[in-house]
C-alpha cells in the first residue's frame, strides 16, 4: 500500500500536456497518461512519462468534459502492453493552486479505479491541472476493502528540466510560518518563492569540504527537511578543508554526516527542520532508497560510481542533480591552475556522463574494489583525477557557492530565466565557460532511460566495502572507554552551550 505519494514529469511532458489542457474556448478538457512507478524508502512517485490523446469523438466536451470507454479501453490496453500505470487528467480552467477533487470529480475517477487495477495491475493516478497558473494536483486510487477504491492525495508534483517547478499540495505539506530570521532572505525573491523553496525535501550526497558549506547555506536558506549521507571519518588532514571540523571530532572518530546535522539544526533558520543523518553512500542500496525520497539531490562526492548513481536518478527518476567539482593543477608543487565546476543533470540538460564528470570504465573500477587498491591508484597516470588529491578550503567555497547558484537559478528562475548552462571556472584566467546544450546523441541517460523508475533494468547499486570498513572501524572507536567517555562529556557540553 502507497503511503508517502508524489507525481513528477518532464518539462517536455508538462508542455504537451498545457498544449492540450489549455483550450482557447475555456473549456475544461482531459486525457490519459502512462505513467511508471519510482520507489524511495518512504516515498512512491508516479512519473507521467506519456501522454494518449484522445482521437475523433473519443471525449464529449459539453463545458466539463466526458470520455468514451473506447477511449478508456485504448489507453489501458496501450498501458498493459507496455507494462506501464494509466493516469487521467482533467483541467479545472479556472483553477488556482493544487486541486483537490469535487464529489463529481471523485465519483468519475473511483468508476474506473477498479478497472484500471484489473487491466493493468497498477492503480489508478488521477490527476488535475490548474489553468490559471499551470499548477498540478494527484492522487493514487487504491483499493482498502474489497470493491471499494478510496483516494490517496499526493503531497507534491513536480516538474523537472530546465526549471524545477513544484506544485505543493497544502493541506499534507503546509506553507511554513513566516519567521523573522529570514526578512532579509525573503526580501529577495518574495515569501512565494521562500514558500516553495523551504518546503523542498533536499538531499545532500557527501558532507566533506564542498557538502558541508552546502548543508550550511540550505539550513539558513530556511529548508525545512534535509537528508545527509556520507559514511566517511573526520581525521585531522580534513580539518584545512572542513567546516564546523574541530581536533576534537578528529580525535573522537565523529561521522562528517553526523557533524552536518548538527550544523544544519544550529544554522536551520525554518520554525523547524526535520535532518536525517545517513551514514552510508547512494551506492547502497539502503541509501540509493532514502536518497530516491528527495525532491533534489546535491552531489558532493568525487568518486566515480555515486557519480554513476547520481545521474540515473536525475534522468530515471526525475530527482535533479546538482553537481560541483574542484581540479587543482599543482604538478611539481606550484599552483598553475584550479577549476571548478557547477551544472544540474536532468533531463533537457547535458548529463554529469556527457559533462564528463564521471569515466564509465572507472564505475567499474571502483565497484570492483580496484580504486581502493593503492597500486591500482600509483599506476594511473599522473595527471589522473584519482591521483590528484590537492584541493584548498577557498576553492571548496567558490564551487559550493558556483551550486548553490545553479540550485538557486533552477528553482527561482530569476529573470524569467532557470538555465544558464554548465559552468566551468578557471582560475588562472579568470574567465567562466558555459556549456548549453544538452547530452551527446545516443547518450543512454537521455534515451533509453528516460524516466524508466523502478522498471529500469539495471542494478546501480551494490555492497560497498569501503563504506563498511570505515562504519565497522567507526563503531570499533567508539566501544573503546577513553572515546565514548571523552564523547559523552562533549555532547553534553555542546548540549548546555
Ligand atoms: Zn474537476
Ligand atoms: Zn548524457
Not at 550544523?263 to 545517513?278: D, F, K, L
Request: charged share 20%; with cysteine; net charge neutral.
Amino acid at each position: 500500500m502507497i503511503g508517502h505519494f508524489s507525481a513528477a514529469m518532464t518539462t517536455e511532458v508538462a508542455h504537451r500536456l498545457e498544449e492540450h489542457l489549455q483550450r482557447a474556448d475555456g473549456q475544461e478538457d482531459c486525457c490519459f497518461l502512462l505513467w511508471r512507478p519510482s520507489s524511495g524508502a518512504h516515498r512512491t512517485t508516479a512519473l507521467v512519462t506519456e501522454l494518449v490523446l484522445p482521437e475523433d469523438g473519443e471525449r464529449i466536451l459539453h463545458g466539463t468534459v466526458d470520455f468514451t470507454s473506447a477511449y478508456f479501453l485504448r489507453a489501458a490496453g496501450i498501458a498493459a502492453e507496455h507494462g506501464y500505470g494509466l493516469g487521467f487528467i482533467h483541467s479545472h480552467p479556472a483553477g488556482r493552486g493544487w486541486q483537490r477533487l469535487n464529489d463529481i470529480d471523485d465519483a468519475a475517477e473511483e468508476a474506473f479505479a477498479a478497472q484500471t487495477q484489473v487491466l493493468t495491475g497498477r492503480p489508478l493516478l488521477g490527476m488535475t491541472f490548474a489553468g490559471t497558473d499551470a499548477s498540478y494536483g494527484a492522487r493514487i486510487w487504491q483499493r482498502h476493502v474489497a470493491r471499494r477504491y478510496t483516494s490517496t492525495e499526493a503531497e507534491t508534483v513536480r516538474v523537472v528540466g530546465e526549471r524545477l517547478a513544484v506544485t505543493f499540495n497544502d493541506r499534507l505539506v503546509p506553507v511554513p510560518p513566516a519567521s523573522n530570521t529570514q526578512q532579509r532572505t525573503v526580501s529577495a525573491w518574495g515569501s512565494k518563492t521562500q514558500s516553495d523553496l523551504a518546503r523542498l525535501h533536499v538531499g545532500v550526497i557527501g558532507t566533506g569540504s564542498v557538502g558541508m558549506l552546502v548543508v550550511e547555506a540550505l539550513a539558513r536558506t530556511g529548508i525545512q527537511c534535509l537528508s545527509l549521507f556520507d559514511f566517511d571519518t573526520v581525521e585531522h588532514v580534513n580539518l584545512d578543508r572542513l567546516l564546523q571540523a574541530t581536533a576534537r571530532d578528529a580525535q573522537l572518530h565523529r561521522a562528517k554526516v553526523y557533524l552536518a546535522a548538527r550544523a544544519a539544526r544550529r544554522a536551520a533558520t525554518a520554525a523547524s527542520i526535520r535532518v536525517t543523518p545517513y551514514e552510508m553512500s547512494v551506492v547502497e542500496p539502503d541509501g540509493f532508497a532514502a536518497a530516491a525520497d528527495c525532491d533534489v539531490l546535491f552531489s558532493c562526492v568525487d568518486r566515480p560510481w555515486p557519480r554513476a548513481v547520481l545521474n540515473f536518478l536525475a534522468y530515471a527518476h526525475l530527482i535533479p542533480v546538482v553537481d560541483a567539482g574542484v581540479a587543482v593543477d599543482a604538478r611539481g608543487g606550484r599552483l598553475r591552475g584550479a577549476e571548478w565546476r557547477a551544472h544540474i543533470a536532468a533531463p533537457g540538460r547535458a548529463c554529469l556522463e556527457c559533462l564528463r564528470q564521471y569515466d564509465p570504465a572507472q564505475v567499474t573500477a571502483e565497484r570492483d574494489g580496484s580504486l581502493d587498491n593503492p597500486a591500482y591508484i600509483r599506476d594511473l597516470p599522473e595527471t589522473h583525477p584519482m591521483r590528484r588529491n590537492e584541493n584548498v578550503f577557498v576553492f571548496s567555497a567558490a564551487a559550493a557557492s558556483a551550486q548553490l547558484i545553479q540550485f538557486l537559478t533552477m528553482t527561482t528562475a530569476p529573470g524569467g530565466n532557470a538555465d544558464t548552462g554548465a559552468h566551468l571556472y578557471h582560475l588562472a584566467t579568470g574567465t567562466l565557460d558555459r556549456r548549453q546544450d544538452g547530452c551527446n546523441t545516443g547518450c543512454l541517460y537521455d534515451t533509453a532511460l528516460r524516466p524508466l523508475g523502478d522498471d529500469a533494468n539495471i542494478s546501480m547499486t551494490g555492497q560497498h566495502h569501503a563504506a563498511e570498513q570505515t562504519r565497522t572501524a567507526r563503531s570499533r572507536a567508539a566501544r573503546r572507554w577513553s572515546v565514548r567517555v571523552r564523547r559523552a562529556v562533549d555532547d553534553i557540553v555542546w548540549r548546555l552551550r
